[in-house]
């Protein structure tokens, strides 16, 4: 789903790829009780829960990671079975362009546990994406811009349109909603949807023409024994710092005997998504930046 330069034609908003990060998924379900919350006049916008079976079952998925399942060549084995396979092709099908000049932007709305405020997930460094998020994060402190480098596998849903990106919440447990998150971004959406309807009538007016952007660089481990056992939590001085410099020296785990464990890098740097208690299976305790300041 290529995208060009051109007026934006369409907005897609889906929540609950992940079933059980409620913030998603009932605004979604707002917005299909109330469409004319998104309705703007030069595109339009369109809502879809990602995985309503995981939802049902209060489950993050039932047998994989959803957005994990959209690199090409799995879209296109109709052998894959499982649950989310399935509701991968079928999202694909569902938001197949009406034509090839057609341009989106895909909006995946995700919550986290970790506490990072109302972060934008770029992973192409698109111009309209790194000036949208220089607008955001001008006019509301909380928005933080996260990059991971896109690459050839990627398997993320926003990986299938050139103007996609996610929005991370938190902190919020999961299976639980905040109303003060619910409602800063239902906010958030909302300026979203208006920047885009600025940009269709060419009367954009930029406020910063620089970007705070963490880029990711890595991520770090539990420290574990031979059995692959937790032996150590995040130190109760990282925990809740999501953005925040890590000095090299600095706490970053506390073993269970109370024996603190420091980072050990060689430069400053900014910890993303500390103790995402979805990261536990897939062997992150938490991910790396750098901090960048950038032109748009």
């Known amino acids: 789903m290529n995208q060009s330069n051109q007026e934006i034609h369409r907005a897609v908003i889906i929540g609950g790829i992940h079933g059980n990060e409620l913030t998603g998924v009932y605004i979604t379900k707002l917005f299909e009780q109330f469409p004319h919350l998104i309705q703007r006049s030069s595109f339009e916008t369109l809502t879809l829960l990602g995985n309503p079976k995981a939802f049902a079952e209060g489950r993050r998925y039932i047998d994989d990671d959803l957005n994990r399942k959209f ?7 109709l052998e894959l079975r499982s649950n989310e396979d399935r509701q991968a092709r079928l999202i694909i099908e569902i938001l197949k362009p009406k034509n090839k000049s057609q341009t989106s932007i895909f909006v995946d709305l995700h919550s986290t546990t970790a506490n990072m405020g109302l972060t934008l997930i770029i992973i192409k460094l698109h111009p309209f994406l790194l000036q949208l998020a220089a607008y955001l994060s001008s006019i509301n402190p909380l928005v933080k811009v996260l990059y991971i480098q896109s690459h050839e596998e990627d398997s ?11 929005v991370e919440v938190g902190s919020v447990p999961q299976g639980v909603l905040s109303a003060d998150l619910f409602q800063k971004t239902e906010k958030l959406i909302y ?33 574990r024994n031979e059995h692959g056992e937790i032996q150590a939590m995040i130190h109760p001085n990282l925990q809740f710092k999501d953005y925040e410099p890590l000095n090299p020296g600095q706490p970053m785990f506390l ?35 750098e901090k960048q300041q950038i032109s748009v």
């Open 191 to 223: 300026e979203i949807l208006d920047y885009v309807e600025a940009f269709n009538q060419g009367s954009i007016s930029l406020k910063n023409d620089t970007l705070t952007l963490y880029q990711h660089v890595g991520t770090i481990d539990y420290p």
């Open 255 to 289: 073993t269970f005997e109370g024996k603190t464990i420091a980072y050990e890098g060689k430069s400053i740097v900014y910890p993303v998504f500390i103790n995402e208690a979805a990261y536990y299976e897939k062997g992150v305790a938490v991910c790396l930046t």
């Open 156 to 166: 993320f849903f926003i990986s299938q349109c050139e103007l996609g990106f996610a």
């Open 71 to 77: 690199h090409k060549k799995d879209l296109q084995n």
